[in-house]
Every structure is written in structure tokens, then in C-alpha cells.
């Protein structure tokens, strides 16, 4: 892909994603096809959440005194909060954020909820629209003012232990879904200057963009005590005692539709995963006039069977050239492509179309086996599509031994580069401004030897890159 | 029910589907059950509107100048628009309105979508918060600040019929919607005065609450021309002309929920028909010392076997009083309890407790029927909850003959009274005022004689009322 940024802009308009003609900057409307996908991403992921956390719905409007509370909080987010300060006609005696993310509208309410730790733990998820007041330059699903999908999940407990497990529990939750989407990823530790305001620490999930740019497509946030404090969630233990309460929260958002996008598709268009694709195969009957019923009898039969085995199935009928369907159909990344014309009933075969590696098998057509060589085929594809992403991640991860090699290894190849660091913010933030890259943060790794820019023992693997 | 305002608040919070302690007027949070049960509605609704309607998804925000554009509609909304002003801490150059309705979000884009015929018709729907600056007293679900669900469709058709017919199928969507959730309704057209801003006609939907008063539950809208024209929606027909397109608009609300509660609770608690119920079924195995593994070992096998047929279902094993298990459950509503003892496995025999009738049933236990059985109970279950809700609404509807009943039989009986109009909105507003009541709007029917106020002829029934 020569010009990943126009085609990103492109794939939109032309799959039927998303509109981005919406006249505030930043807004963009999801339509049918994209809505679609967007459904069957979040379904994955809430069947991973719901088998431990229990679905919920806040309010959209946090009132400044609430915003405010936690000081180091609200100084990450006080530059792009929209505030709203009137009420029909009226001046509101207290101006209403719309939440930048949902802390401070959740821990009043924890606070009231727990009491003693039979209270605990507290798990809860909601998937909702938060804003930010972005100045930079706007990209749909990428960097917005509306986020229109936001999944956030906010925990409490009454142990440290059990909160760094429920962040275990967090990544092991994202890792499923990511993988189920084939959208790859490297993890690591966000450093001090960028963990998540108020939280003790900030663990990140990256991808490669095909540009050569990392996507932060998920966070798992240890929060320890600090909102607790400031929201006065405390319980009283075994002994009688008020203690504080430990809480983490996670959040995923547009961008992993974004991130979805961009992992697979090609010069033709999207490709998609069997596990989001609004339709996993499209049936385009071949049609000569005088053979018309023979072959919309076969392919009504087959349509039919292939749905009422939960196979997401689409017949295409319409009276436009064959070509031009198969060209649709691979612009909107269908998996499977199955054409049936009067000769192939004949032969009792039919033509499959695999949209991930554009192989094409002509395949014995029997009714008792059709939908399981189908599904198997879904399967292949799905971990087809994981593989190749998982690959182009891994081949894109560079080590890098030597200072000079940094920025270099970045300009020419964009991925992301690890070395030995010294963990120091002096340091980490020296390199970003000298190199003009990011630390994405660190990974726990036995390391020996010295810090890659400072010299000094080094503590732990880096990871670099340019990001979005 | 003596008093159901303070049952209807009471019920929130003990059957734990929501918090109103949210430090906003008018605005709560959504509670586990709660969501459930909304989740489980929503579900009802969107397989009736899929089958003919896309899901898409519009910005929350809409700029003033779009709102502003067509007069009559801002004037019916600008009393109670909230507005944000601020960007961080900038001032906006142009003051964006959160969405009370999604029309001005939604319409100028139509306007890009709509070419030519083959562009029509557009059916789409969305499930979103909107926003309004209530000033009177709040309630949750039922007057509030923000409604967390506004399910609003929006269609644009190439002919007048076109949109009558997509009238015709909305109520038709909303009538077997509610008969799914059992909840009663009358239909009837909204006088002018009181018809959605900017709309040719309102259809609306109506419930008697317990008190008498009626809650307005559904709305559909044609809306002619008038926001084609406002909005430059138009296409070019067969002869190369351009036309305005004709729309249609149609909504539901938070108030579905509240409509669900009210129709079927009792003292006890809530009553959820089946389809909505978070359980449809609770297993309360009823534990001694030394038959603990007989019992669990049956109860285990029964949660499996109708969860595995779909059936949702819970076992409670806590270690408490049964009967605390049994006042808990009604209260939140469930609409099968099993409980299982010792002598009931030796017996073969469960018991079997309808939440709807109170009535209990010993059953003969079978392995290969008990699923039928229990599916067969849910479905009398929903049919019986919507004979009793339909009854009470038409027990609660009064024709009357003479003006002096109007007044006396809604002040004493509460309800719907329908009478005689000459459907003028002088006379209409005249009753309104004399009696403090109402006016919900007209049925058509074979109407002979005068008007019950002002004596000209009659035109149509009248549906009468106090309203929330």
C-alpha cells in the first residue's frame, strides 16, 4: 500500500464504513455496513467481559465539581473537555462536562455502593460515547472528538492483590479479542510521563500501522488507591477498620475498528475477518437466460442451508455484470465468495473464492458436507488473517543495540524498535526529543549491559516508535 | 396499590435496576438487572425493526446552524436545548446543541445521500442518548434530563404513499413491540397543537399507569415535506425533475421500561414477562444437612438442562432462609421459581411458582418434558400478563355522553374517557382548560351527533385524559 493515509480515508467511503462529511470537525456518522461490523466487534468482546463483569450505563454529563476532584486527573484532561453551559435559555448554575471517560462519574456512585467488603469486588463494564476537544488534525475512528464506541470497564477490590490480578484479567480479556479480530499487538509498561492520569500505572497494547506508526488500541489501568481517596470509596474490613478500596479500569475504543481495517486491507479494498464481517459469504449466481430457474433454484437452496447454519450469508442477484459484483464484494473484505453458473451444477461442483489469499477452488458440491467444509473454511481464513498480521508485527519489531541505529531503524523501516533503557524519565524523555520518537513504554525482560542512550545499568527492555 | 409514585420510586431501587442518587438532576444510572431487562427490550425491538430498517449511528452533537434551519421544529425544542460553549478552555465559534432528536443530525446528510430515485427509499435507525432541559419536577424513565434510549427510525420515501405505508408500519412495529413486552396502549392521532414540531401528523401511543394518568409511550411521525424542503433533501424522478422527498419519523423511549414496570407490578415487586426477565427462571434448591449432594446433584442437572434449551435460567445457593430467597426473587420479578427438596426427588415431583398468578404447582418430574413444560408456562406467562395489562386498559376507558361526566369521571376513576369532537382546536383547547385534562388526540370512527363541549357536529372520537 503506497499511501496508507488516502487509502484509509478511501476504504472508508468505498466499503460503506463511515461518512465523514458530518458537519462538525472530528464527527463522522457510521453507516449500515460499518455499524454492522462495529456490532459484531463489540458482541466478541462483550462475551469475553460478561463471563466476569456485569453490564451498566452512567450518566453522560459529569458536573465540574465531580471532574474536579482529582487534581492530577483533571489536569490530563482539563485542555480538551466541551463543556456544556446552558440550558435552553438559561446560564446552568454549574457547567456539565461531557465525559473525556467515566471515573469521575462512576466513584461518587462507588462510594455510596460500598460499605463493607461484602460489597466487593465491583466489576462493571459500559460501551458509550465520550468526547474530547481535540486541536490536532482530526482522522475518522483514528484521532476524533466524538468517540462513539468507548468500552470501559471499572473495578474495585479489597486487596492490592486482587487488583493487579483484575489487570491480569484485563489483558488476558483484550489478548482474546484482539486475537479473535486478527488485529496484532505488542504490550508493554507506558511510562511514568505517559501512564493514565491519576493511575499508579498504565499498561498499553500497540499495533503497527501499515504506514509504520503504532496504534495504542487498549489500555489496563492500575489505578491503587488514588480516586479511592479522592471519591472516599472505603469499606470496612474483618476488624472494623475503613479502609481504602483498589481499583483498575480499561477501556477500548474506535480505534480498534480502525486497527481492523488497517491490519488487513489491500489494494482491492477491506478484508475482514469471518468474526465481523456483516456477511462471511456472498453467493453470486451466474445467470444465461435460458437457464435462469436451474440456477436460482441451486443457489436459494444453498443460501438457505448455509443461514440456517448460522453462516452469515448473502445472495447476490442483481442484473449487473458478474464482474462488477466480485469487485464489490472484495472492496467491502466479504471472506468467502461462491459463484454457481449452469455449467457448475452440471458438474456438481461450485466455485469458491477465498478473499484473504484470492485462491479460488473449484469444490465437489455435496449438501451433507458443503457447510462444514464452510465453516472450516472460516476457520482457516480467521487464522490465515491472525497469522499474517501476527507476522507483519512481528517482522516490523526491530532490536537495536546501537544509539545511532534509533532513529534510522525508525525513518527507514517506521515499526517498532526495542533496546536495552535505564527506565530514567531525564533520559527517556531525552531520547523522544533528540530522535523525535516516542517511548511506548517497557517490558520486563532479563536484561544486562547498559542503557542504549545514557550508558547507565540498564533495567528493562524499551519500546520505541512513531505513533499516532 | 395505594400509592404508585412512591412504589413506582420505591421498585428502582429494591428490584435494583437503577440509581437516581447520580449527582445531576434527572439523570441516573442504570443498574445491572436494569440494563438487562433494557438490553432484553431492546433486543425485542431491533429484530422487529432489522427486518426492514439499517442501524446506523449519528454525532451526539449538532451545531447551530443545523438545529436553528427549520424554524417550527427549533421553537418547539429551544426551551430546553442544552448547549456546550467551551472547548477546553476555549470559547466555540459556533455553540453545538446535545441532540434532543436526531432530525437536524441527521437530515443534512440525507441531503448528500439522496440523488436520484434509486437513492430512495432510506430506512435507517439508532439507539442513542438525547437530551433535554427538563425544568419541571424529574422521574426517572419517565421525565428526565438524559434519555439513555431513545430508539428513533428515520425514513425518506419518493412518493406521499410511500411514507403513509411506512406510518402504517411503524405502528404496526411499536403495537406488536408492546404486545411482546405486554404492555397496553391506546392509539390515537395528536391534535395539531400537540402534534411533533414540524410534522404533518402524530400518531401516538398511549398507557393508562396505575394512577389513572396516562404515560405517552411511542410516537410516529409524517413528516411531509417540510424538512425536505428545509434541508434540500430532493432527487430526480424518471422525467429528470427534481422533487422534495417525503419522510417519516418514529420513536420510543426510557419510558418503554417505565411502561413495563408499571403495567405489571404488585405489592410484592416487579413482574417481568418472560422475554425481558434477566432469569426467566430461578432453581432454589432447598438444602438439609445430610441430603445436600442429592439435592445439588439434581439441581445442578436441571439449571444445565434448561440452560442448554435456552431457557434463562439461575440457581441461588446461598446460604440464607429460603424464604428471604423467595421475597427476593418475586421482588425483582422472575417469572418461574423451582424449588427442590429432599422429599421432592424421592417424590419426583418439583414445585413450580408462577410470579404472574402467585399460584403454585406440584410436577410431576420427567426429564424429557420438563423443558416443554417450562416453555409452555413462560408462554402462558406472557399471554396471561398481556390479557390482565390489555383488560385494565380497557376497563380504564370510559365513553361518555355528557360534558359534566368529563371532569368527574377522570377525577374519580382515572383513565381515558372517549367522547364526541368537532375536532376544533378552540373548542379542544377550551376543555383542555376548563377541566384540566388533556386532550391526547382522535380515533376515526362512525361518529353521528355534536361535539360534548361546543355542540357543532361531530368529527371524530376523542381520547381524553391527565397525562405525566
Redesign the interface.
Known sequence: MKNFSQWFHDILEEAELM?A????KG??????RG??I??YALKALQELLDEDH????????I?E??LAKEAIHVKGF?????????????ELNE??A?RPTSET?MY??FS??VRSHMDLPIK?YQTV?T?R?E?KHTRPLIRVR?I?TFNETHTVHATKEEAEEEVKTGIEIYKQFFDELAIPYSICRRPEWDKFPGSDYTMAFDMIMPDGKTLQIGTVHNLGTTFAKTFDITFENDEGEHEYAYQTCYGLSDRVIAALIAAHGDEKGLKLPPVVAPEQVVIIPIIFKEKEDIVLDFTNKLEQLLKSNGIRTKQDKRDIRAGKKYYEWEQRGLPIRIEVGPRDIENKTIVVNRRDTGEKEFVDYDETTIVEYIKNLLDDISENMRNEANKFQEEKTYPVEKLEQVKKTINKKGGIITCNWCGQTDCGKDMEEKFDIDILGTQDADVSGECINCGNPAQSKVLISKTY
Chains 1, 2 share one sequence.
Open positions: 461518512d462529511r458530518y458537519p462538525i464527527m463522522s456518522v457510521w453507516l449500515p455499524f454492522q462495529r456490532k456485569d453490564e451498566v450505563l452512567f450518566p453522560m454529563l458536573p465539581s465531580e482539563e485542555e480538551e473537555v466541551y463543556w456544556v453551559t446552558q440550558g435552553g435559555k438559561r457547567q456539565l461531557l462519574s461518587p456512585m455510596l455502593w462493571v460515547n468526547f476537544y486541536t466524538e462513539t
